[in-house]
């Protein structure tokens, strides 16, 4: 079993940046995909960026293609979200995600992660 630690989050004017992390334990982390998701409350949860166990292969979602960056440290264990030119749109719970998923290429969006963090706020204020 994976346990993913998020921390990062926070306020935020719109334009502004932050930095997500995850770190997580349990597995050997280097061999696992690593995700990012959002979710608003009363929405459906919503696929941000995935990275590849090498960090050689990175997907986003087109909403945030652009702006944000997924990249890993597998020497530390940790996942990164940089976001930068932060909407209010981009306001979400946001959740770290990890799959033993081998391929080169990150899976797409509607892939089913095994392990998730407990997730951290990020409010952009207008």
């Known amino acids: 079993q994976v346990q993913l630690i998020e921390s990062g989050g926070g306020l935020v004017q719109a334009g502004g940046s932050l930095r997500l992390s995850c770190a997580a334990s349990?597995?050997?982390?280097?061999?696992?995909?690593m995700g990012w998701f959002r979710q608003v409350p009363g929405e459906e949860r919503e696929f941000v960026a995935a990275?590849?166990?090498?960090?050689?292969?990175?997907y986003y979602a087109p909403s945030v293609r652009g702006r944000f960056t997924i990249s890993r440290d597998n020497a530390k264990d940790t996942v990164y979200l940089q976001m930068n030119s932060l909407k209010p749109e981009d306001t979400a719970v946001y959740y770290c995600?990890?799959?033993?998923?081998?391929?080169?290429?990150?899976?797409?969006?509607?892939?089913?992660?095994?392990?998730w963090g407990q997730g951290t706020q990020v409010t952009v204020s207008s």
């Open positions: 349990g597995r050997t982390f280097s061999t696992y995909t």
């Open positions: 990275i590849s166990w090498s960090g050689r292969s990175a």
């Open positions: 995600a990890a799959a033993p998923y081998s391929d080169p290429q990150p899976p797409g969006p509607n892939y089913e992660y095994d392990y």
